[in-house]
């Protein structure tokens, strides 16, 4: 089985800000496949079901953003999957805007919510799919920055990677981590709109 992660804040004052775009994404992936993502286990927002014949369980944490890890090391203990079978979606401010990236290992960055996993797992071998969220040009607080959302023009964008960052999971799940690299990560939709 797969375990898509999507890291996010629970609460609706949360909903559409920078840092809950993994939320939205596994909405938008259990949308395409029938999955219901609402089952309370872990600490987090849970669902089964299938993608392209594999059997996922998508999750939501609900530990709040920093505490991500704790819910993923709940997951682990408990199914003891192979560390392959795991595919964390996040927000990134350090790639650029308009893109996706796909990685099968590195460090947490500044994320918060990847320190947290990579913390409590104890490895950091595990695929990630990030999504670029804007770089924090006005030099705002940090935190400030990623709950804050998006204006109109660049909602339009984030949709189109939310949308790549689902199509990016299938693709993993049906032949590979290197073979959606190689389709996703040069991908650039703020080109496309310009």
């Known amino acids: 089985m797969y375990f898509i992660v999507g890291l996010g804040n629970p609460g609706l004052k949360y909903e559409n800000t920078r840092h809950n775009v993994g939320f939205i994404t596994i909405d938008k992936i259990a949308e395409e496949n029938n999955i219901r993502v609402n089952k309370l286990k872990f600490k987090a927002l849970v669902g089964q079901g299938e993608i392209s014949g594999q059997p996922v369980m998508l999750v939501k944490p609900q530990t709040f953003m920093n505490d991500s890890g704790k819910s993923v090391k709940d997951i682990f203990d408990f199914y003891k999957p192979d560390k392959d079978k795991l595919?964390?979606?996040?927000?990134?401010?350090?790639?650029?805007?308009?893109?996706?990236?796909?990685?099968?290992?590195?460090?947490?960055?500044?994320?918060?919510?990847?320190?947290?996993?990579?913390?409590?797992?104890?490895?950091?071998?595990?695929t990630r799919v990030k999504i670029a969220v804007g770089q924090n040009e006005s030099h705002i607080n940090l935190a400030n920055y990623v709950l804050s959302g998006f204006n109109k023009k660049d909602v339009k964008i984030v949709e189109k990677e939310i949308l790549s960052a689902k199509d990016a999971v299938k693709e993993i799940i049906e032949n590979n981590v290197d073979t959606a690299m190689n389709k996703f990560n040069s991908l650039n939709f703020l080109e496309d709109d310009e």
Do not use: E, P, W
């Open 87 to 126: 595919i964390v979606i996040l927000d990134d401010i350090d790639i650029k805007f308009g893109t996706v990236r796909i990685k099968k290992k590195g460090s947490a960055g500044s994320h918060n919510g990847m320190k947290s996993i990579i913390y409590q797992l104890g490895f950091d071998d595990f």
